[in-house]
């Protein structure tokens, strides 16, 4: 199942390319949009994400089920940001191409590692 998500907590399961393009239309500076696939088949975190930087860039992130799978991307077209959303939700092979992508996998892996370390009583 499919649900998108906006920074004021409002989700929408199984939304249109029309729903999706309109929640990323009304982004505010500082806002976010999580697209996330949920699929009890499926391990992991599977998701797209899109926030609104204040300098007016979108920073895309995706998240290939572990968190060292975790990639982002800059683009200051709106558009493309719309496309990666869209082609990501139906999932369009080789909806990546169109950006360089930048793994930040290890901002994560680091993370888990050490809640392992280190659980919380």
């Known amino acids: 199942m499919l649900i998108a998500t906006n920074a004021r907590g409002h989700a929408v399961k ?3 390319k029309p ?3 309109t929640m990323l239309a009304n982004l505010r500076q500082g806002d976010h949009l999580i697209l996330e696939r949920r699929d009890e088949d499926r391990e992991g975190d599977w998701y797209i994400q899109v926030l609104f930087r204040d300098n007016n860039t979108y920073q895309v992130e995706y998240r290939d089920g572990v968190p060292a799978e975790h990639y982002q991307t800059l683009t200051a077209s709106q558009d493309k940001a719309r ?24 901002m994560f892996t680091g993370l888990a590692d050490e809640a392992t370390e280190h659980p919380t009583p």
Do not use: C, E, R, V
């Open 14 to 16: 199984h939304p249109s």
């Open 19 to 21: 729903t999706i393009a």
């Open 83 to 106: 496309q990666a959303l869209l082609d990501w939700s139906t999932a369009k092979p080789d909806w990546q191409a169109d950006f360089m992508w930048n793994n930040i996998g290890a």
